[in-house]
Structures are given as structure tokens and as C-alpha cells.
């Protein structure tokens, strides 16, 4: 509920700061993250994240409760909580980046290869990062974004125990998507 309740604070803050703008909001975008080794597959899923994507300025922020990932077996989800992204100390994981192409996203249309340059926050790191995504902006002004790219667990400071070094890969990919709506109401009414 805390982590909820900062969440809610921190967009609320976004909001009241991009007034002017159009802000497209999500809080159901979606992240998935696969590590394949020759021995083990290990798949999690988030379907809880939020994201805000300011059209006009053409940033894109995406926030995943680290909690919210979920494993097909319960003993892998509480070994990920608990012995690698320790998300009682860093409980989320966070993006934002601009988009660097000179693209109209006010015009419905399909822009893939776009490069999305930020930075990323995860585990206490905090990295530059640039990942390739593709945008759908529909005529009715919703937009859809989807993006895959690999994380190197070292570059985060997550340490695999040697002996399960073999089942976990040291590059792990992550697609992210998000479907965002225009919004008619300010997210003040959220905290109520």
C-alpha cells in the first residue's frame, strides 16, 4: 500500500506539472522478462505497471513494482524478491526516456525502430540506456508502444550464486508494453 500510495503521489506530482500538455497515462502496461539457459527457462510477468507518456514532449515513463512480477513456480518469485533484486530495499524499477526521432505523434500512424534514449533505474543502479521500440498512434489518439532489449544483470549489481550460475543467463530480455488512453480526469481523483 505504500509503495501504491507513492506511486500515486509521484504521478499526481507529473500531472499537476504537464497540465498543458497531452499526457497519455497507463497503469495495466505490461513487462515481461525471459532467462534462457541451456538448462532452465525462467519467465516472469508484471501486468501492473504504470507508464505516462507526454505526446508533446515526446518522454515516455514507465514504473514496475518489483513485487508484481509473476513466476510460474512461487519459490522462483520469492528467490527473485528476496536473494536478487531484493525489492524490499529497492521495491521498483524505473524508465524514462525521450524519443529521438522528429515524429508526429499527434497523427495516427505505425513509427517502428524508433530510439527511445533515457535512463534506467533498477536494484539502487542507475544506467543510460537506449532501447528501439515501435509506436501505433490510432486516429482516435490512443497510442500503443512496444519495446524489447537485454539487461545485464552485472551492469545492475544483481550477483547469481555460483551454483545456480548455470540456470540463470547474465543477459536477460525484457519487452515492455504499454496501451495508453487519453485521460479525461485529472489523477488527483485516484488518491480519493
Aim: hydrophobic residues 40%.
Amino acid at each position: 500500500m505504500k509503495n501504491r500510495t507513492l506511486l500515486l503521489s509521484i504521478l499526481m506530482v507529473v500531472s499537476i506539472a504537464t497540465n498543458a500538455q497531452e499526457k497519455l497515462i497507463t497503469r495495466t502496461g505490461e513487462i515481461t522478462f525471459k532467462s534462457k539457459t541451456p538448462i532452465e527457462n525462467i519467465e516472469a510477468k508484471n501486468s501492473q505497471v504504470a507508464s505516462i507518456f507526454l505526446v508533446d514532449k515526446k518522454t515516455i515513463a514507465f514504473n514496475a513494482l518489483l513485487r508484481s512480477f509473476r513466476f510460474e513456480k512461487a519459490l522462483m518469485e520469492e528467490h527473485f524478491n528476496e536473494k536478487y533484486v531484493h525489492s524490499d530495499k529497492y521495491p521498483s524499477a524505473k524508465f524514462e526516456g525521450v524519443i529521438q526521432e522528429d515524429i508526429d505523434l499527434k497523427k495516427s500512424g505505425t513509427y517502428n525502430d524508433v530510439t527511445v534514449k533515457g535512463t534506467m533505474d533498477f536494484h539502487g543502479v542507475t544506467k543510460p540506456m537506449e532501447v528501439s521500440a515501435s509506436i501505433i498512434v490510432s486516429q482516435d489518439g490512443s497510442v500503443n508502444f512496444a519495446s524489447m532489449f537485454l539487461i545485464k544483470l552485472e551492469d545492475y549489481k544483481i550477483e547469481v550464486p555460483s551454483l545456480v550460475k548455470d540456470k540463470i543467463s547474465g543477459k536477460i530480455q525484457v519487452n515492455v508494453a504499454a496501451n495508453y488512453t487519453k485521460q479525461e480526469r485529472d489523477l488527483s481523483a485516484l488518491s480519493n
